[in-house]
């Protein structure tokens, strides 16, 4: 059964929280369930409010999951909620930048820069698309967190239109389906392209802040070289492993790090490591230089000589990098480390279908309505 709603009509402000989610392994089974494609991209609220006396001006807003505002880094979105034919609403939804034929999560991060001139520029060249998946705030004015995800569903379309065709350039509406074997189709066959697939209850209210939301994220695996190591904080031991994969100029290239070392294990590598300590390391790119994943430790770490490889699983690839710490699987005396090459990671960097089919309108409404 579907929690309830405790919202109030009040409580749909500029401070509301997203709707979050838990993840699992699997999606789940069953009738009631709508699944959504998870887009790869930066998750936000768009706010379109009428102000003044009888209307006369309005404000639009977008907010980040994290509660600040994303609107100055945007401009060209705003532009286009403004273009809307529809003075108040409320809408959740990912924001992406489709670079060719997929979605660059690279390009969203060169946004968050001080120089409005910079954003400006970007802007134009490589403009932000706003995909909605959610409607918190009708057309009419109508509150909409207390009703179902299939009634907020409806008053989304309702903005869009029953054709699903985009209201304005760069808006656009997420499909879904009802189908599991189709969302899981979507996740085989995700390849890098989307972040994974999300399952809500058909009869569920939207819930702010609350995990009342299911994802599940593809995850691949690589074979990797370690190529340094930093010591935990204040012990004497491994914390985490710095790792690496040849690049076509045959140096060793930093791409990420793992910590999920077994606690037993720490001591007999760490001894390991401690052996092989010393130059190279990375003999391409290497941790500590400057970058927009660099941090105050980056600098502090121990070089080893590439001999060890490990499997790890990840879920994106951002930039030549893993975008988060990925999950050591096993060692793998078998391979040698000149086999770890970048190539693991770019066949798996085509675009879905799906994220084709949502970047062109004319094929939009063939994946918006299955139910």
Request: charged share 25%; net charge positive.
């Amino acid at each position: 059964m579907a929690k309830k709603s405790t919202a109030q009509p009040e409580d749909i402000t500029e401070t509301l929280e997203p709707m979050e989610a838990r993840l699992a392994k699997e999606l789940p089974r069953g009738t009631g369930w709508q699944f959504e494609p998870k887009w790869d991209g930066f998750r936000c609220l768009a706010f379109r409010w009428p102000m003044g006396a009888a209307g006369s001006g309005e404000r639009i807003e977008l907010r980040a999951k994290s509660g600040k505002s994303l609107s100055r880094f945007f401009p060209e979105v705003l532009q286009r909620l403004q273009a809307v034919p529809h003075d108040r609403f409320v809408l959740d939804g990912e924001l992406v930048i489709p670079v060719g034929p997929a979605l660059s999560f690279d390009a969203l991060q060169m946004r968050l820069h001080p120089a409005q001139s910079r954003i400006q520029r970007l802007a134009r060249e490589t403009p932000a698309t706003l995909i909605a998946f959610d409607c918190l705030l009708g057309i009419d004015g109508t509150n909409l967190l207390n009703e179902p995800l299939s009634v907020r569903r409806n008053a989304l379309e309702q903005l869009f239109g029953a054709d699903g065709d985009p209201i304005a350039p760069g808006l656009l509406l997420s499909p879904y389906t009802r189908k599991h074997a189709e969302a899981q189709k979507w996740l085989d066959r995700a390849q890098g392209a989307l972040d994974g697939v999300v399952a809500k209850r058909i009869d569920a209210p939207y819930l702010p802040g609350e995990r009342a939301m299911i994802k599940v994220k593809p995850l691949r695996t690589a074979d990797v070289v370690v190529g340094g190591f930093r010591y935990g904080v204040n012990s004497d031991e491994v914390g985490s492993l710095l790792l690496g994969l040849y690049n076509d100029a045959g140096q060793l290239d930093h791409v990420g790090f793992t910590s999920s070392i077994p606690r037993t294990e720490r001591a007999a590598l760490t001894r390991k490591l401690e052996a092989l300590r010393g130059p190279p390391g990375f003999s391409g790119k290497a941790p500590g230089g400057p970058s927009r994943w660099s941090t105050e430790r980056s600098g502090e770490w121990e070089p080893v000589k590439p001999r060890l490889v490990a499997e790890v699983c990840y879920d994106h690839v951002t930039g030549d990098r893993f975008r988060h710490g990925t999950r050591l699987l096993r060692w793998r005396p078998d391979k040698a480390p000149r086999q770890c090459t970048f190539d693991q990671l770019r066949a798996e960097a085509r675009p879905a279908k799906l994220v084709r089919q949502v970047l062109r309108p004319t094929t939009q409404q063939q994946v918006l309505h299955e139910p």
